[in-house]
């Protein structure tokens, strides 16, 4: 998010306090992905997971 | 005094019908007066729509023998959560922000047009379907029909809050995180996430594009083959939606567990239970494993990382659903949503590619080792009792996250897989809460999911119990 957001959201009444949570809030969700997901090998297409999808609905029917 | 055509299953509503024990305008006349006295009293309901319905049901009343056979749900009079658009009528999804007449119908709706079932009311959802608890700062929190007091569970609280006291056979739900299986375990009803990609969502109000997913709310589990047999399908108008053959869903569906493969999950999934919920799994297990099924202990292999991963993506895509609205109508949102919703706002780029990188994973490995050696897998749906609304209505207070991440526990890692899961009641709390459990099976297994779930249904006798607030008192 820019300045331009925050000013935005500051002008229509948004508490500071709740833009400051929610930046937190965001951080501890970041920092969890990535200590999950630190050890991950390459990264993947996130179009895979639908073509996963895709083969399995023909593999189930066939 | 119970009206004699309600508080029936779908399938004894159409037996009514076919029977000729009332006609479709009868039926569509009692259910919307009990919209407006349970319903209104559980703030389950959103809008009725009373014209549109009586013309839909005099047309259907107008059709010929051989029309009516023609139309598997003949007469069935449902509602739906307020994020279904039907063209012409009010879509609020919960919001100051969303309303006005909708420009074109929803997929699913059509789908159950098509089979003969009629529309007439919208559903209470929590705000823009981002909850799990059912609070709404707009338009008021759902009330559990076991007890008023307690949480009826969200999003689709609404859609489960009707079901349960038998106001309609059926609702349509929406489930991203949880929010069609968790307001079914804690309101005593059946609620299905198909596959993702199965049913079609276009004029489904948005969340989360690579989570939502639709689904319905019913009674009984065969209730539930029988609605997702009219909404599966391929959607053109959604680019996520998947050609997949629909098999019938109700051929297998009294098969029995002879022959299945059931998986019990030896991590996490039952880590976090209260005393109460626990003890009904417990039963469930026993059930299981003096069944015909094949019972085996399986593990999924990083679902710890599933829930904080898909609350996450819900976030980012939330967030993204809403950014023009966030810059001009902030004022307008609640403020658990509006916390919610600006914190995906905040999330780096690489976080959130890194949550859809490991869903990909996250289904092989799934794929290839819990299911390798299971057909389907029981797991807790709600990890702990409802908690009564005031315990549950924590606003923006930054708790809300844990209690969010905690009631999702057993839902939201089905979701990141996006494989079909259905929530299914077995027991009561002392207290007289429902308890619900949960199969999960592998993508587009629909129909070996269903068959499981009324082998277990079959088995797990509901006793006569109603609903303190319902068309039963």
Not at chain 2, 34 to 42: D, H, K, V, Y
Not at chain 2, 50 to 66: F, I, K, N, P, V
Not at chain 2, 319 to 343: C, F, I, P
Request: overall charge negative; glycine content about 8%.
């Amino acid at each position: 998010m820019n300045d331009d957001w925050e000013a935005r959201l500051l002008a229509q009444g948004v508490a500071p306090e709740l833009i400051a949570a929610a930046r937190a809030t965001a951080a501890g969700m970041a920092q969890i992905t990535h200590e999950l997901t630190g050890q991950a090998a390459d990264a993947l297409d996130p179009v895979q997971f639908y073509l996963e999808l895709q083969k399995l609905a023909r593999m189930t029917h066939d | 005094m119970t009206d004699p055509l309600l508080g029936k299953s779908l399938e004894q509503t159409l037996a009514l019908v076919e029977r000729k024990v009332c006609s479709v305008t009868e039926l569509t006349e009692a259910t919307l007066a009990a919209l407006e006295s349970t319903g209104r009293e559980l703030n389950a309901v959103a809008r009725t729509e009373r014209d549109a319905a009586l013309a839909r049901a005099s047309e259907l009343d107008s059709l010929s023998e051989t029309e009516r056979r023609k139309q598997p749900l003949f007469g069935a009079v449902l509602a739906h959560k307020d994020i279904y658009a039907r063209r012409g009528w009010e879509l609020q999804a919960g919001s100051k922000i969303v309303h006005g007449p909708a420009p074109s119908t929803a997929a699913a709706l059509h789908g159950l047009d098509r089979a003969g079932a009629l529309d007439c009311a919208r559903l209470n959802t929590v705000e823009f379907a981002l909850g799990v608890t059912g609070h709404n700062e707009i338009t008021g929190d759902v009330r559990n029909p076991w007890n008023p007091a307690h949480m009826p569970g969200g999003s689709s609280g609404g859609s489960a809050a009707a079901v349960a006291a038998g106001i309609v056979p059926a609702a349509l739900g929406s489930d991203t995180g949880g929010s069609i299986r968790i307001p079914a375990a804690a309101c005593g009803v059946v609620g299905l996430k198909p596959t993702a990609g199965l049913a079609g969502r276009s004029g489904v109000f948005p969340l989360s594009f690579s989570l939502d997913t639709v689904g319905p709310l019913t009674r009984t589990v065969r209730d539930s083959a029988r609605v997702l047999q009219a909404i599966a399908g391929y959607d053109a108008d959604d680019p996520t939606s998947i050609e997949a053959r629909v098999p019938d869903y109700l051929h297998t569906i009294e098969d029995g567990f002879d022959g299945l493969r059931l998986g019990i999950p030896q991590n996490y999934f039952f880590d976090e239970l209260d005393d109460a919920t626990a003890a009904a799994l417990a039963t469930v297990r026993k059930v299981l494993t003096d069944s015909e099924a094949q019972v085996t202990h399986v593990t999924v292999e990083q679902a710890e990382y599933a829930n904080r991963l898909a609350t996450l993506i819900i976030a980012v895509e939330g967030a993204n659903v809403h950014r023009e609205w966030l810059k001009s109508r902030a004022a307008d949102y609640g403020a658990q949503t509006l916390a919610r919703l600006l914190a995906g706002l905040y999330v780096p780029a690489e976080a959130y590619l890194r949550a859809l990188d490991f869903r990909v994973r996250f289904v092989r490995s799934t794929l290839s080792s819990a299911f390798r050696e299971a057909d389907v897998l029981f797991v807790p749906m709600l990890p702990c009792v409802p908690p009564t609304l005031a315990q549950s209505d924590l606003g923006s207070n930054p708790e809300y996250a844990e209690m969010i991440v905690r009631l999702g526990h057993c839902s939201r890692p089905f979701n990141l897989l996006g494989f079909p899961a259905l929530s299914l009641p077995c027991g009561f709390t002392d207290t007289g809460l429902p308890i619900g459990a949960q199969l999960v099976a592998r993508p587009f297994e629909e129909a070996l999911l269903l068959r499981a779930a009324r082998a277990l249904e079959r088995e797990l006798d509901p006793g006569d119990r109603v609903p303190a607030v319902s068309v039963w008192r």
